[in-house]
């Protein structure tokens, strides 16, 4: 194909998120993707003004990675880590789909390099953007780099990836290593951050959320129960927070769905419930009911039938207790919703009342 200037392909690039002939462009721009020279034109897209330049530059940083990887001359992927690194740094308090976009190419070069070229690939970035950041916040004091959120986006998309990715080998033993190893120091990192109280600004917003829904990824990949229990207690402090109720919530649900979370059930219990059967959970479901509004409690309503079906035993075996008598008052206010059984149900469900039911009826 024809080699097109910088400012031609951003053309292009402009008239695929365009509505004028965009299945062309797309045509075009995948067959550029497969071209050797993409590698060197990826970054001089992350350099345009254009945000659409700038995504498609970290996407294409991103495809080449993953599927041309073979392409890549070894003394070049130290190259091609570097410049990942500096445009994270550099666009940090740029548009966040672009930093995705860039972590997610960054996380794919890190499960190609396992063990050969990059094995330390999550204290290499703690370490990096620490670095960088001191050194560019010194230079210039009046625009401090937002840096917590590529390191949280970084931290998010690693253990989903992993997760999906299919690993075998050596590689597999050592990327899992390093999550591993890297578990005391992102606890940490998400402790500091969710315990700061900055007030709600919409910058302090968007780092909660984003820490959570970071916590929320470790969670699915494993964090022993022993390295969350104290997270967890500021996750609850969220949860009645309306702008962090629906990410909390995410949460709390990930968190008592995980089956080894069982060996614990006493100790969850009892956090869940002061959660759940509190004065503002309380006043969510009155005020739902009232305004017929089903969004208003979902999240809560969610929680609660999550909560039954992962600890049925524990809400009969202590039945008579009064936090489980509002929790089972508060199961039955979602009732009050109207509409007919099966065809409106949105709220109006008991998924473990056949087992509490049963394990009520079953021998002592």
């Given at each position: 194909?024809?080699?097109?200037?910088?400012?031609?392909?951003?053309?292009?690039?402009?008239?695929?998120?365009?509505?004028?002939?965009s299945n062309s462009a797309q045509e075009y721009l995948q067959a550029l993707q497969k071209q050797q020279y993409a590698w060197e034109l990826a970054p001089q897209l992350l350099a345009s003004e254009s945000v659409n330049?700038?995504?498609?530059?970290?996407?294409?940083?991103?495809?080449?990675?993953?599927?041309?990887?073979?392409?890549?001359?070894?003394?070049?992927?130290?190259?091609?880590?570097?410049?990942?690194?500096?445009?994270?740094?550099r666009l940090s308090n740029g548009p966040?789909?672009?930093?995705?976009?860039?972590?997610?190419?960054?996380?794919?070069?890190?499960?190609?390099?396992?063990?050969?070229?990059?094995?330390?690939f999550i204290s290499d970035f703690f370490n990096y953007l620490h670095t960088e950041s001191m050194t560019i916040s010194a230079q210039n004091q009046y625009q401090p780099l937002?840096?917590?959120?590529?390191?949280?986006?970084?931290?998010?998309?690693?253990?989903?990836?992993?997760?999906r990715a299919d690993l075998i080998g050596e590689r597999k033993a050592k990327v899992n290593q390093e999550l591993i190893d890297s578990i005391p120091r992102v606890m940490s990192m998400l402790r500091n951050l969710l315990s700061a109280h900055h007030g709600y600004s919409e910058r302090d917003i968007i780092l909660k959320q984003k820490c959570l829904r970071c916590l929320q990824s470790w969670i699915q990949y494993g964090v022993p129960f022993e390295m969350l229990h104290l997270l967890i207690d500021h996750?609850?402090?969220?949860?009645?927070?309306?702008?962090?109720?629906?990410?909390?919530?995410?949460?709390?649900?990930?968190?008592?769905?995980?089956?080894?979370?069982t060996y614990y059930q006493d100790t969850v219990c009892e956090k869940i419930l002061q959660c759940m059967t509190g004065d503002w959970a309380k006043s969510q479901i009155t005020r739902a009911i009232n305004d017929g509004d089903e969004l208003a409690a979902r999240n809560l309503c969610r929680l609660m039938t999550t909560f039954g079906d992962n600890f049925t035993n524990y809400v009969a075996i202590n039945f008579l207790r009064q936090d489980i008598v509002v929790y089972l008052?508060?199961?039955?206010?979602?009732?009050?919703?109207?509409?007919?059984?099966?065809?409106?149900?949105?709220?109006?469900?008991?998924?473990?009342r056949h087992q509490f039911f049963s394990y009520c009826h079953s021998d002592p």
């Open positions: 194909m024809d080699i097109q200037s910088l400012a031609q392909v951003e053309q292009i690039i402009a008239q695929l998120y365009g509505n004028v002939d330049s700038q995504f498609f530059g970290a996407h294409t940083f991103q495809v080449k990675i993953s599927r041309d990887w073979h392409t890549l001359p070894p003394d070049r992927k130290e190259w091609v880590r570097n410049e990942l690194l500096r445009w994270i740094v966040m789909v672009v930093i995705t976009k860039l972590c997610l190419a960054l996380t794919a070069f890190a499960l190609q390099a396992v063990p050969e070229f990059w094995t330390n937002f840096i917590e959120l590529p390191l949280l986006e970084f931290l998010t998309i690693v253990p989903e990836e992993v997760l996750v609850i402090a969220l949860f009645s927070v309306e702008s962090m109720n629906d990410v909390a919530t995410e949460v709390l649900v990930e968190f008592i769905s995980q089956t080894r979370i008052e508060m199961m039955l206010m979602f009732a009050g919703f109207p509409g007919y059984f099966g065809q409106d149900q949105e709220i109006s469900f008991f998924c473990g």
